[in-house]
């Protein structure tokens, strides 16, 4: 099955650092979203990308659809000690079973944050 | 706070018994998916129902089995449990035609 590629695992940062992840795909997205998770949680959205090329914010995240649809990239800059979690990528691919809007979820990118 | 509810939040049971976990899901949304997360895992789709009817199965066991009621609450089933049925399970809701999944809160599930 299709498969996301989510790098790096996980990162140990200083508080007040910019944090880079990215998603890769095989395959054609046509939608790309980055969502964030706390232990015991549920995967709360952050941003959603339609368009590729599109960059969008959110307060101190940036995400970026790739030109060639098949990767995205999420920033976050000046960390704090609350956007600790495990951020995931997930997206739709271009082609699906059935027409179904399931999504395919990269394995997450675990972030600590030392004050 | 999503606008998906999950209940139980905590379930423990003893292997080979039978549980179902509940979900409702945003007001106006038709779309209920379903995703199991073990241990350090990713997010594992189990089932997509749209408006009542199965849309999609992903890495569902043929022990699990779910539905959506005309309400557009969902449950889903799970049947002779294992060990290793211990996990996060996690339900999503989206509008009609549209990608962006809200979830709910997960069902803690432990199998002793």
């Known amino acids: 099955g299709q498969q996301l590629n989510q790098s790096p695992q996980s990162m140990f940062i200083q508080e007040g650092e910019d944090v880079s992840m990215n998603c890769t795909s095989s395959s054609i997205f046509n939608t790309w979203l980055w969502y964030k998770q706390e232990p015991g949680e549920g995967p709360v959205l952050l941003i959603a990308?339609?368009?590729?090329?599109e960059l969008t914010s959110n307060g101190r995240l940036t995400a970026q659809f790739g030109i060639t649809r098949k990767d995205s990239f999420l920033n976050i800059s000046a960390s704090i000690p609350s956007d600790v979690g495990i951020y995931f990528c997930a997206g739709r691919p271009l082609i699906t079973q059935g027409g179904s809007e399931k999504l395919v979820f990269g394995k997450g990118m675990k972030l600590t944050v030392n004050p | 706070d999503s606008g998906v509810t999950q209940t139980p939040k905590h379930l423990i049971t003893a292997t080979g018994q039978r549980v179902t976990l509940r979900c409702s899901p945003r007001s106006g949304d038709l779309s209920v998916y379903w995703y199991q997360q073990s241990l350090d895992q990713g997010l594992q789709f189990l089932i997509h129902?749209?408006?009542?009817?199965?849309?999609a199965k992903g890495n569902i066991l043929e022990r699990f089995s779910a539905q959506q009621f005309p309400d557009l609450h969902s449950e889903l089933n799970l049947s002779s449990l294992e060990l290793g049925d211990s996990a996060l399970y996690f339900c999503?809701?989206?509008?009609?035609?549209?990608?962006?999944?809200?979830f709910g809160p997960g069902t803690r599930l432990t199998v002793t």
């Open positions: 999503a809701s989206s509008v009609s035609y549209a990608y962006e999944q809200y």
């Open positions: 129902y749209y408006n009542g009817e199965e849309r």
């Open positions: 990308l339609y368009k590729a090329g």
